[in-house]
């Protein structure tokens, strides 16, 4: 039976609906929603951080995206239910939380509904949504019980280890869509059959393969060329040249020690070099350290793209913008930006960049559903056909169209934009009454002082004429 209290109602100013719960026995999930933040106690650790993996294990917007801050006197929090937690208090007064709680509480209300069943999508839009209200990286922390030795806490929520793979297929698609810039932390070696991390390393006898091996020193006599481990050399206290029968006294003068000798306790093997193997302590497979997967772990920033694809959240590929005939997708749009700055680079001319934006009020573009769409399509036609043939097109976000313009400035582009917008903000108002949405329009010069990131970031935070 669930609890029908849910923790204890805090007082404050603001009126907000503050909930501090220290029992942790029978929450019901749902009541998160009724909640403007919520505080846990840390003096239950168990009971705090499954509560908090709980509230961010759902797909439910209004429950996952809850601000949630942990009461903490003296102890260290740590670090994975640090991270998906939105700071530590030390007091229940308002001011302990109230400024981070109104930075991510205006972010939430910038997002627009989404509803879609596709699991990988839920999981992006999570992710983009939840580290674009939090305004911070997704960072990796180190974790004993991760098999690869990191773990991205919000992420890991939903792939166990058995799904590493997946996990990691995830990040890249992340960064390749170009939503987060990765910033390099770690390198990390993994078993080839299962990702985990969890290796023991040793040297093996080339011929039996066993672990069990004694190394010694290897001795070379100068006068008379002989060389042997140095056990053949030992005579009591004294060492004697089995070859020369000569005394050995001073290294460096009679003789010197060139390299180790491995003798195989197994199978009496001797040799000077071994070969090193991985014993994989998680699925028992033994690997050659040349075969072990290598994984740069990065630290996640959320580009101006990611920003946009958060407030207005991802819809099923089939669906995607760059569909549309006369568009290319944006990763092919950001390769031909980049070729176009190398290009003027070598050329010295001048080509430029531009974006037309619909700025939709939140949750607008959903509610209009076809109706939206068949303006977006409508709109499109328009543009393919009012600007160049060279020109190169993507729509992005459901509400966003750039332009390369190879060879035409910046003011050409503009002025061309401008020709353009007053008639798509006709068709808009035309056929959308109540809609409101408002056009934009910006562009910029693509020359060496940007590079292709600072060219979207511009063109995407567009308050352009408008
Ligand atoms: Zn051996
Ligand atoms: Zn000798
Ligand atoms: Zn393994």
Do not use: W
């Amino acid at each position: 039976m669930a609890n029908d209290q849910f923790g204890k109602k805090v007082q404050t100013q603001s009126n907000k609906e503050v909930f501090f719960i220290s029992d942790f026995t029978n929450l019901d999930i749902k009541k998160v929603v009724i909640s403007d933040v919520i505080i846990l106690d840390y003096s239950n650790k168990e009971g705090c951080s499954g509560f908090l993996n709980q509230i961010r294990s759902s797909f439910v917007e209004s429950i996952y995206l809850t601000p949630v801050f942990i009461l903490s006197i003296n102890e260290e929090i740590d670090s994975f239910t640090m991270s998906l937690s939105d700071g530590t208090v030390h007091s229940l007064q308002e001011e302990a939380f109230i400024g981070p709680f109104q930075a991510i509480e205006q972010r939430i209300r910038q997002l627009q509904s989404t509803n879609n069943q596709d699991q990988e999508i839920k999981i992006l839009n999570k992710i983009l949504r939840f580290y674009y209200t939090r305004q911070s990286r997704m960072k990796p922390v180190i974790s004993a019980v991760s098999h690869t030795g990191y773990s991205f806490p919000l992420l890991s929520l939903h792939y166990q280890n058995v799904n590493t793979e997946e996990k990691f297929a995830v990040l890249d698609k992340l960064v390749n869509k170009e939503f987060f810039r990765p910033r390099y932390e770690d390198l990390v070696h993994l078993c080839n059959n299962c990702y985990s991390g969890f290796l023991n390393y040793r040297e093996v006898c080339p011929k039996c393969d066993t672990s069990d091996l004694y190394t010694e020193n290897l001795i070379h006599h100068f006068v008379c060329a002989h060389v042997a481990p140095e056990s053949d050399f030992i005579s009591g206290d004294q060492m004697v040249c089995s070859k020369c029968n000569r005394m050995l006294r001073h290294i460096g003068v009679d003789y010197d020690k060139p390299s180790l000798i491995y003798t195989c306790n197994n199978c009496g093997h001797h040799f000077q070099e071994s070969i090193m193997q991985a014993l994989c302590m998680s699925c028992e497979s033994v690997h050659s350290v040349d075969s072990l997967l290598e994984r740069k772990i990065y630290n996640y920033e959320l580009t101006a793209l990611g920003e946009e694809s958060a407030i207005g959240g991802l819809v099923p590929t089939e669906k995607q913008d760059s569909e549309m005939a006369g568009f290319i997708g944006f990763s092919t749009f950001n390769i031909f930006l980049k070729y176009e700055i190398e290009r003027i680079k070598n050329s010295g001319k001048t080509s430029s960049a531009g974006s037309l934006s619909l700025r939709t009020p939140a949750a607008l573009s959903n509610s209009l559903g076809v109706k939206y769409n068949t303006v977006v399509t409508e709109v499109s036609e328009f543009i393919k056909n009012a600007t160049l043939a060279t020109d190169i097109l993507t729509f992005i976000n459901s509400n966003t169209f750039l332009i390369i313009s190879p060879d035409n400035d910046k003011f050409r582009l503009e002025s061309l934009l401008n020709n353009i917008r007053p008639v798509v903000q006709k068709l808009i108002d035309s056929n959308i009454d109540e809609a409101n949405i408002v056009v934009k329009i910006k562009a910029e010069n693509i020359d060496s002082t940007k590079n292709h990131n600072d060219l979207i970031n511009s063109l995407l935070t567009n308050n352009g004429v408008g």
